[in-house]
């Protein structure tokens, strides 16, 4: 079945600076891929998404791009804030019926 | 426009014990999901409804766990017996359904802790 695998589990970042969050898939036909964000005992939230038909999507400092052939995607913060501090989780699904595979998540941690 | 309601938040109990969490989705929403979500892993699909229908269980402990989803509107979740590694936050989330873009609204979660 589908398995997402997702890299670095901790990145710690001066505030500022740029973040990077990888994700790898291992199925060729999912097309759809979501980044939920999680702060500290919240619920997960979308953050930004991203079909199979587009490299690259962007929604003011954050970003995620695609690479179909590899089938990895990535996510991109530009800028990072205190509040970008959280876990964040990328997932894939195929189809439509929403049945997201979830990578293990990523603690961002945005020093001052 | 209100969000997805789950409850209770907080429940603990013994091992081998049951328990019960509700969730009312955001209405009109088709699509509910109940996921367990263990303290620093990604969440992990239990259960899928489409309306009333089951649309993925696959991964639902159906010894110990059930779920269901009445009239296509709220759902319950329920562990019986209670095991030590079912310590868990459980996430109900919604969405609009097929052809929707995709996103998930989640509630705040039920923290169980089994003792």
């Known amino acids: 079945g589908e398995n997402v695998e997702q890299h670095p589990s901790t990145l710690s970042v001066q505030e500022g600076d740029s973040a990077v969050i990888k994700c790898t898939y291992s199925?060729?036909?999912?097309?759809?891929f979501p980044w939920y964000k999680q702060e500290l005992g919240k619920r997960p939230q979308l953050i930004i998404d991203?079909?199979?038909n587009v490299g690259e999507k962007k929604d003011q400092r954050i970003a995620v791009t695609l690479n179909k052939t590899a089938k990895h995607f990535s996510l991109h913060i530009t800028e990072t804030q205190p509040e970008d501090s959280a876990v964040y989780f990328c997932?894939?699904?195929?189809?439509?019926?929403?049945?997201?595979?979830w990578g293990a998540g990523t603690k961002l941690i945005i020093k001052p | 426009e209100a969000g997805v309601a789950q409850s209770p938040r907080y429940k603990i109990i013994e091992k081998r014990q049951s328990v019960a969490f509700w969730c009312n989705p955001i209405?009109?929403?088709?699509?509910l999901y109940w996921y367990q979500q263990i303290l620093g892993q990604g969440p992990k699909l239990l259960i899928q409804?489409?309306?009333?229908?089951?649309?993925?269980d696959s991964q639902l402990p159906k010894d110990r766990f059930s779920a269901e989803r009445l009239k296509g509107v709220d759902s319950t979740l329920k562990i019986q017996p209670a095991k030590l590694e079912d310590s868990a936050v459980y996430l109900c989330a919604s969405s609009p359904g097929t052809g929707n873009t995709g996103e998930l609204f989640f509630g705040e979660g039920s923290r169980l802790t089994v003792l």
């Open positions: 409804f489409q309306n009333n229908g089951v649309v993925d």
């Open positions: 209405s009109g929403h088709a699509t």
């Open positions: 991203i079909r199979s």
């Open positions: 997932a894939a699904s195929k189809g439509s019926n929403y049945q997201l595979i």
């Open positions: 199925d060729s036909a999912s097309n759809y």
